[in-house]
Structure formats: C-alpha cells, structure tokens
C-alpha cells in the first residue's frame, strides 16, 4: 500500500482538512494521529459550557471511531508524535516510524502558563481543549468563587459564562483594558460593564503573585498587595503555537511554523494550518482562517495546488452580557478611530486618510450593522 497522507491533530483544523480531502478523494489512505481522544467537538464552545450547562461528554460531538469511519480513515488516539523527519518523508512515535506521502502538521496551540509562587499551583487549570475542560469542571464542582487569570478575548468569555453558570468570578490581568491590543477602550469599557453587571469583579492592573492554601480555600495575593479569597483558579493568559517539533525538524518557525500561501511549509511534503501554522506571516487563532486553509490545502493534497486568500475575518466574542465583533485593522495598515454611542452601545470606526474602513468594534445594540460594514472591510489576505 502506498504512504497515506498523515495529519498530526483531530482539531477543528484537522478534521475539516480530512472532510474537505475526502470530498475530492474517496482513495487515498489517511492517517490522523492525536494526542488526545481524537473526540469531535468544536473548541469554541468551551467557553459556552457553563452557562449551557453542558458537560465535557454534552460538548463532544463524535466518537473517533464515526470520525473514521466517516472520513475512511485511521484515527490514532492518546498516540503523540515525537519527531519528523522530512528527509526520509517518516515520523516518529517514540520508537516507530511512520511513513507519509505529504505529512500536515494541525497541532494547535499550547498554554502559556506563568508562574506562580505558593504551595496551591495544581488548583490553577488552563482551558484549551476538551479533556482540560472536564478536570476544570470536576475541580469546579461544587465550588462557589473562580480566580480568572488574563483579561483577552477567552478569559473574557470564560467570565460571562463562569458568572452565567452561577460563579463569583474574579479577573485579575495585567493591562489596563480588557482585550488591549484587540479592542478599542471605549469598546472595552462597554464589554467590563456588561461583565460587572453579571457580577464579575475586575483586578486590572497587578499579577497573581502567590497562591496559597487557606483552610478549605485559596487565598491569591496580588502584586498590589489586595489579597483575593477563591476555590479555583483559571489561567487563560495566552496560548503560544506548537513550533518545536518542526524547529527540531529543521523546519522554518517564527511565532508559528512558517507556511507560504499553499500552506507548504520550509520542506516538500510538509504542510501546516490552523493555529500553530504562520501564513505568509498572519497567526491567526480563529476558526474562520482555519476553514479556508483546510479548503485550499484540500485542493493542493487532491493534486491541485492552490493557494489561500482570506477575506475580511471579524471576530464574534461570546460575552452576550455585552455582544460584540471586533474586526481588528489588518496588519500594516493604520487609520484614525471614531466613536459614536454610549454606555453599552458603541460603534468604534477606525478609517484610513481617503476614509476607507479598515476595522471595527460594535458593542450591544451596535452590533447589528456588521453586516453593511464587513462588505466595506478590507481582506486580511488578499
Ligand atoms: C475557549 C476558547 C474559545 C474560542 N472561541 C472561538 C470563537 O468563538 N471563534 C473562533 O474563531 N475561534 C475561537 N477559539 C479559537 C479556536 O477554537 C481555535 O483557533 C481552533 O479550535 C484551533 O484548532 P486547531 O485544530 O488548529 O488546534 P487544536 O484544536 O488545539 O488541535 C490540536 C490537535 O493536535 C494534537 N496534538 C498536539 N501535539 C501533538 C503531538 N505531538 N502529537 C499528536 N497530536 C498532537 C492535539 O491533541 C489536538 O488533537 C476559541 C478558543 C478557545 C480556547
């Protein structure tokens, strides 16, 4: 039998992928290989769990075993790969080797994790993928009080949904804003107000700089000096691509694994997407570029090289205590901002000197006139 096309990731990236190939070829022999348990289920909605009331099983949407069957492939689970080695085009998994036709790396992301003074560091849980999920639940069960660590886009929805699900949240983050880098202030303060509306505390500013026991509770000191009483603590501080598998490879990586417009990587045979992949310099963690990737390298694998674009790509954040899309001005591109509305109504239009929109935030009600405006926006990949 000839090398099958292997895919290292039964994400979103890694599955859409194979759907995507198998619409175009219904032969080629295809191997996907996960660390994890190769379950289907759709990331984003980790952060809807709670307030859905939804366990880690209640978010799963397929077994591996459908997913291979479905997609006429081998689904390797709880099996993590150890190395690549482009020039012999084989794997490795400890001490076997795996041939490949072309190898496609969608291994994601990793959690930044900083840390922590103090004797209470195994009560802190990242959140990025479906078996993190079930221990934060179980550890969560039963507990009243979260300490949420990282004021970005997820731990923004991870506070609307911990506050939704009954929780006392508490937001530590050092920045002044919420989502800085993402979002207007005006916008920001609108999504904090929503968010204390719910209940949820914010602490912008210091750090966590210790977490200590404390009888049948946490107690979190911050680099301000305020001490925070809570039970458990969720670190959403950032996630970094998974790039050193590939830099052992000698395989070209910057902030992600560097892939050109046809998701090729610095080798033949080698391709990336999804968020551990840097597209013509763009390391987009959304699911929306990862769809388009998975299209076009879909084409490339079925014989067909073909290259990506990306279109205009606002991002929806889940925080319904204060709706929001955000569209970020693409890279390289600068413009002046405007503000118009008030309280939890704003409309932030950032445009360049001949007046052309490059971006937005709409908060609330504001939120319903992203459809006119996203015609008007440029592609962040053209
Ligand atoms: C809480 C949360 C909410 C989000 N909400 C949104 C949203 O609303 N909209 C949006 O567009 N995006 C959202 N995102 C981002 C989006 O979910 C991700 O961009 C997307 O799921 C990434 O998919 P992926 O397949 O690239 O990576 P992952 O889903 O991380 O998959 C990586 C896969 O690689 C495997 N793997 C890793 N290393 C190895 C190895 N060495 N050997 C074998 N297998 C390995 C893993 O087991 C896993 O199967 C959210 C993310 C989070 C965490």
């Known amino acids: 039998m000839s090398a099958p096309v ?5 994400g979103l990236a890694g599955y859409n992928l194979a759907k995507e ?9 295809l191997l996907l290989i996960t660390a994890d348990d190769g379950r289907s289920y759709s990331k984003p909605m980790l952060s809807t769990g709670f307030g859905k009331n939804k366990d880690a099983d209640g978010l799963a949407m397929a077994e591996p075993g459908a997913m291979a069957e479905q997609l006429k492939a081998e689904v390797r689970t709880h099996t993590r790969i150890t190395g690549i ?3 012999h085009q084989r794997l490795w998994i400890g001490e076997e080797a795996v041939a490949y036709r072309d190898l496609v790396l969608a291994w994601g992301a990793e959690t930044i994790r900083v840390p922590v003074e103090g004797d209470a560091g195994d009560a802190i849980f990242p959140i990025n993928d479906l078996e993190d999920y079930a221990r934060f639940r179980a550890a969560a069960a039963g507990k009243q009080r979260v300490l949420l660590l990282g004021a970005g886009l997820i731990g923004c929805e991870f506070a609307n949904d911990l506050s939704l699900g009954g929780y006392q949240v508490e937001l530590v983050a050092p920045c002044e804003q919420v989502m800085p880098g993402l979002l207007h202030p005006a916008a920001a303060a609108a999504v904090q107000a929503g968010l204390e509306g719910l209940g949820a505390r914010f602490h912008l500013g210091p750090v966590l700089a210790s977490l200590q026991r404390h009888g049948d509770s946490l107690q979190a000191h911050l680099s ?12 959403a501080v950032g996630l970094r691509p998974r790039t050193e598998l590939a830099a052992a490879a000698g395989l070209a990586v ?15 045979n080698v391709y990336a997407l999804g968020d551990c992949a840097e597209v013509d310099g763009l390391n987009l963690l959304y699911v ?20 990506v674009t990306y ?6 954040v889940k925080t319904p205590a204060c709706p929001l899309v955000v569209s970020p001005p693409p890279r390289g591109m600068s413009g002046e901002w405007t503000v118009e509305g008030s309280g939890a109504d704003i409309k932030a239009l950032c445009r360049d000197g001949t007046g052309r929109l490059l971006g937005y935030a709409l908060t609330g009600t504001a939120v319903q006139e992203k459809l006119a405006l996203n015609k008007e926006l440029p592609g962040l990949l053209a």
């Open 311 to 316: 279109g205009p790509m606002p991002v929806l």
């Open 6 to 10: 292997v895919i290292i990731g039964t």
């Open 21 to 29: 190939f198998r619409k175009l070829d219904g032969d080629t022999p």
């Open 85 to 87: 080695d482009p020039g």
């Open 288 to 307: 929306m570029p990862l769809m388009g990737c998975a299209r076009a390298l879909a084409q490339t694998l079925a014989g067909t090289p073909t290259a």
């Open 254 to 268: 910057n902030r992600g694994v560097v892939v050109d417009r046809q998701l090729q990587t610095s080798h033949a």
């Open 224 to 235: 301000d000096g305020s001490l925070v009483d809570c039970d458990v603590v969720v670190s």
